[in-house]
């Protein structure tokens, strides 16, 4: 049967190649189209294919189980982040038994889900910023140092540091960590307290000098800006650096009392500025270049007030990609007037 490219469904299958107008040849017979094939027929100008009438689309089921996994076992980080968080606020310590617990089978289970943008929508909550943002900075942290090419224990301990970072934030009052406007440089220097807090608490809680250092470390920026002591490039540990990324990350695409949550794409676009002076350079560009081609396929809300798939990363601006709407291909680095506000799990 053949069918316009314009009209494909993910899960489609070819009954023949297919080959553009010059000859050249897209796509085997037999392939199963999903978002990445279709967007490679129409950057190769393909208008109609031939699809197996038979066919009928079918959505992956071992997908939504894979999240539904890794959900449950969220749920059960956030929960237990509480619980370390209020032990340290009362014993000025914590059981580092306990966080192994219960950090280790959301970060285990991590390695079977490479949706990362998926997994960060599904954390997207309104409620218990402190905890919440503990555990995407953890997963964030471990997901950056694999693609890093850290061996699997590294992985988990740059991870466990990640989780732990805003551990010393228990000292700090909530009236100034709730405070829904600009905090005075008084408040704001009492909140920058939490990295000594939390190097205190962990080097009481744990034999381990790397996960305390980037609790001290994780605000140092390679330019001498950063707090507590102004550290530049060399003197920030290695693990600090690839937490800062996921800690900022994770603040900026995240909802708080005194910041709305920013658009995830335009995040990166942010964060990369970062690299040039601020931010180390090889993390940023690992996240980076892991995490835009899990854009692909996902619903977004764009500035015109239209719903849209993201089809395709634009390789000459790829924070403007290639979506689909409303039947129309809109190509986001030439429509520079059009921008993402929001984009969605499915």
């Known amino acids: 049967m053949k069918v316009h490219v314009m009209d494909l469904k993910p899960g489609d299958c070819l009954r023949m190649d297919t080959f553009n107008s010059r000859g050249l040849h897209v796509l085997p017979k037999g392939s199963s189209l999903q978002i990445e094939e279709i967007a490679k027929l129409i950057q190769h100008g393909v208008d109609y294919v031939d699809i197996e009438e038979a066919h009928v689309a079918q959505v992956p089921t071992s997908r939504s189980s894979i999240i539904q996994a890794v959900a449950a076992n969220f749920d059960t980080s956030i929960e237990g982040f509480e619980s370390v968080y209020m032990e340290a606020l009362t014993k000025g310590s914590f059981n580092q038994t306990v966080v192994d617990d219960i950090l280790q089978p959301s970060l285990n289970s991590l390695d079977k889900h490479k949706d990362v943008v998926s997994l960060l929508l599904l954390l997207n909550r309104d409620d218990n910023y402190t905890y919440n943002h ?89 330019d001498g800006s950063g707090y507590p002591n102004n550290l530049t490039k060399s003197d920030i540990h290695p693990y600090a650096q690839i937490a800062a ?18 658009e995830l794409i335009s995040v990166l676009r942010e964060i990369n500025n970062l690299s040039f002076g601020k931010l180390n350079g090889r993390p940023v560009q690992a996240f980076i270049q892991h995490l835009m081609p899990n854009f692909i396929g996902k619903r977004v809300l764009l500035s015109t007030g239209d719903m849209g798939v993201i089809v395709m990363n634009n390789p000459l601006d790829v924070f403007r990609p290639l979506v689909q709407s409303e039947g129309i291909f809109l190509d986001l680095s030439r429509e520079r007037k059009i921008a993402v506000v929001e984009i969605y799990m499915e």
């Open 245 to 262: 990324v996921a800690d900022i990350y994770s603040a900026m695409t995240t909802h708080r009392v005194y910041q709305s949550k920013q």
């Open 134 to 222: 503990s555990l995407q900075v953890g997963m964030l942290s471990y997901y950056i140092s694999s693609w890093l090419g850290y061996s699997k224990k590294e992985c988990y301990e740059i991870g466990r540091a990640g989780y732990l970072i805003d551990i010393g934030k228990c000292r700090i009052s909530p009236s100034i960590l709730n405070k829904p406007g600009k905090l005075s440089p008084e408040e704001y220097d009492q909140v920058k307290l939490h990295t000594i807090y939390g190097h205190e608490i962990i080097r009481s809680s744990m034999d381990d000098p790397y996960t305390a250092l980037v609790a001290l470390q994780h605000h140092e920026r390679e």
